[in-house]
T-cell receptor
Framework: GQNIDQPTEMTATEGAIVQINCTYQTSGFNGLFWYQQHAGEAPTFLSYNVLDGLEEKGRFSSFLSRSKGYSYLLLKELQMKDSASYLC???????????FGAGTRLFVKA | DAGITQSPRHKVTETGTPVTLRCHQTENHRYMYWYRQDPGHGLRLIHYSYGVKDTDKGEVSDGYSVSRSKTEDFLLTLESATSSQTSVYFCATVSPGQGVDEQFFGPGTRLTVL
């Protein structure tokens, strides 16, 4: 079967660093995405990994290990506006279909 | 932004009535998707389209049908709505071959079936 696991909730302090983990088992792999979703809004694209390693984009970084079926999203210098859900998603090899995890709700406290 | 709109944004209907949700995009993206989002389940794919008149089922397609007669419009129909179809519905598009090929999402439609 296909499955993507990520923690349900996390809490972190403003200015700190937080790592959100994602493990996946899918029938095919053609890239891993992270999306951010604020409450009541649509998801928006954050990062993409298709090869092993770290991709950095400002305060956000994403890591992928295909052999381990593992990714993480690293958020540095947390701000209150980073309070949101973070969705891990894997694109299959056919039809540009994407499987989403249930999302991790991140609460940033002062 | 991919210029994606959804209509209606909110709808309350009764069990057994037909409902059609519309997704409209202005970017000429080839792929379009319908998802539903429920607490604890994340986004689940209902149907998707890879071109005009070309559609296929997703993981939760029972009770739903779709149509795409024009590139810009993708319609989702609930033939006879049930309370289990109460959810937030998101449309998304992809334009393959333009880089990362991330999905762009519409603002969502909140559907309540009483």
């Amino acid at each position: 079967g296909q499955n993507i696991d990520q923690p349900t909730e996390m809490t972190a302090t403003e200015g700190a660093i937080v790592q959100i983990n994602c493990t996946y088992q899918t029938s095919g792999f053609n890239g891993l995405f992270w999306y951010q979703q604020h409450a009541g809004e649509a998801p928006t694209f954050l990062s993409y990994n298709v090869l092993d390693g770290l991709e950095e984009k400002g305060r956000f970084s994403s890591f992928l290990s295909r052999s381990k079926g593992y990714s993480y999203l690293l958020l540095k210098e947390l701000q209150m506006k980073d309070s949101a859900s973070y969705l891990c998603a894997v694109r299959n090899t056919g039809g540009f279909k994407t499987i989403f995890g249930a999302g991790t709700r991140l609460f940033v406290k002062a | 932004d991919a210029g994606i709109t959804q209509s209606p944004r909110h709808k309350v209907t009764e069990t057994g009535t037909p409902v059609t949700l519309r997704c409209h995009q202005t970017e000429n993206h080839r792929y379009m998707y319908w998802y539903r989002q429920d607490p604890g389940h994340g986004l689940r794919l209902i149907h998707y389209s890879y071109g005009v008149k070309d559609t296929d089922k997703g993981e939760v397609s029972d009770g739903y049908s779709v149509s795409r007669s024009k590139t810009e419009d993708f319609l989702l129909t609930l033939e006879s709505a049930t309370s289990s179809q109460t959810s937030v519905y998101f449309c998304a598009t992809v334009s393959p071959g333009q880089g990362v090929d991330e999905q762009f999402f519409g603002p969502g439609t909140r559907l309540t079936v009483l």
